[in-house]
């Protein structure tokens, strides 16, 4: 029985905090040192504008710790944090990125 309890108790917290995590993105963000923002949208899409150009796709969370990305028939699965005010997100090396990047992303508030 105690067993049984203390796997309720770990599968509520990763369910908590995969629902954090997808409640955090939702928003607003500009890469750091760039002009290009990312406003990610509460029904798993999200729009890239930027360096005169711009893309939609779709966005969703294979764990807690990846953010799956994807453009025109194009996907990433990258690892990422996040926080009220922070995203990092770390593109895979054969991704969409050249070489694999870690972009930092700001909040606009």
Request: aromatic letters at 6%.
């Amino acid at each position: 029985m105690r067993n049984t309890c203390r796997v309720a108790v770990v599968m509520a917290l990763l369910v908590t905090m995969a629902c954090s995590s997808e409640r955090l993105v939702v928003g607003r963000w500009q890469q750091v040192g760039q002009d290009r923002t990312l406003q990610f949208f509460p029904d798993g899409t999200f729009l890239s504008i930027g360096d005169g150009d711009s893309a939609t796709g779709k966005y969703s969370f294979p764990d807690t710790h990846h953010l799956k990305l994807e453009i025109d028939g194009k996907a990433d699965v990258c690892e990422f944090t996040v926080s009220r005010k922070t995203m990092i997100v770390q593109v895979p090396p054969n991704g969409m990125l050249p070489n694999g990047q870690t972009v930092t992303l700001n909040r606009i508030e």
